[in-house]
């Protein structure tokens, strides 16, 4: 599977940016789907990952300002993150599939300014 991310850029405290993510192939929907991200010299972490039947998960620091969707369909998921913080800088995975058979993105920078 490979995966297509865009959307990341520039953008202001307090701002908003949408992520996508396209597959090259039709995920079936119980297959988690979701984003990572990792911050200048700190390692990735978790964002938020969906997948059919449960409730979206959605790192505890983020969950009143991000929300994670998902077109099977178009084989997209989606990342909405509003009031940005300049710690919300670095560049975001997307990924698809469970921890232990994963597979990644290119990622796409996103740059919050103070």
């Known amino acids: 599977v490979q995966l297509q991310a865009s959307g990341g850029g520039l953008v202001q405290a307090g701002g908003s940016l949408s992520l996508s993510c396209t597959a090259s192939?039709?995920?079936?929907?119980?297959?988690?789907m979701g984003w990572h991200r990792q911050a200048p010299g700190k390692q990735r972490e978790l964002v938020a990952f969906?997948?059919?039947?449960?409730?979206?998960t959605i790192a505890d620091s983020l969950r009143d300002r991000f929300t994670i969707s998902r077109d099977n369909a178009k084989k997209t998921v989606y990342l909405q993150m509003t009031r940005l913080q300049p710690e919300a800088t670095g560049v975001y995975y997307c990924?698809?599939?469970?921890?232990?058979?994963?597979?990644w993105g290119q990622g796409t920078l996103v740059t919050v300014s103070s």
């Open positions: 990924h698809v599939g469970q921890p232990s058979n994963r597979y």
């Open positions: 969906i997948r059919s039947g449960r409730d979206p």
């Open positions: 192939e039709t995920i079936h929907s119980s297959v988690p």
